[in-house]
């Protein structure tokens, strides 16, 4: 994995996906990957996106899917407002079997097709802002509806070398991440965490620097955690 910051996702209980809709200006998000796929689509303003050596545009109605562990950065070129549609990798898994294999590309674009999903992404939108009486049934099937759609017009598969080694890296990774978003108010030894990951410890420990993902994620959590409590103590890891 390229050694950039991993970002921990905190998904809402009853849509089991982050959805946030927000106003931006000239805000920018460095460079991060994480395991979830992102989705952004525009409604007003303008966003520059990079992804690995590509820098996108995007305006209002446009839209933009992140795959899963793709490095990518964002800043906001005017007052944006912005929707933001994170899926996490266990969903994703769940409900595409064979997600593992594909990813999904849009050289080829189909207006058409890109209108349908415009539409879905700004009906999520107004039921999460309205929210109205059992409005998580009507989210889900609009969750479903995208996802179907991407399946069905932008799928491609990847490359098999490369999406071993990319699954190797995230399901190594995995427990441990899952292991420090539960114990960071503890003192994380090495030889635990090495452990988790099934490795000696000083191979995981230039793993671990080699990726940044374990290390971000602890430093974000033990950081928020100390705010918090106003907390001083050091941890081992």
Known sequence: MPQFPHEEVAFESGINVRFTIYNSNNDYIPEHWHRSMEVIYIYEGSMELIEGQRVLLLHAGDYH????????????????RVLLLQIPYAFLIGAIPEYESIRFLFSRRDSSVDAQIQEILTSMGDLYTKKPQSYTLRFSGLL?????????????????TSRIQSQKNLHRLEPVIQYIQSHYTEAISLENAASLAHLNPEYFCRFFRASDACLQGFKRHRSE????TGSTRSHEL
């Open 225 to 228: 955690h100390q705010r918090n």
């Open 65 to 80: 899917v992140v795959n899963s562990a793709a490095v990518h950065a964002t800043r906001t070129t005017t007052p944006s």
């Open 144 to 160: 479903y509806d995208f996802l179907y759609i991407l399946m069905t017009h932008y799928k491609v598969t990847v490359d098999n």
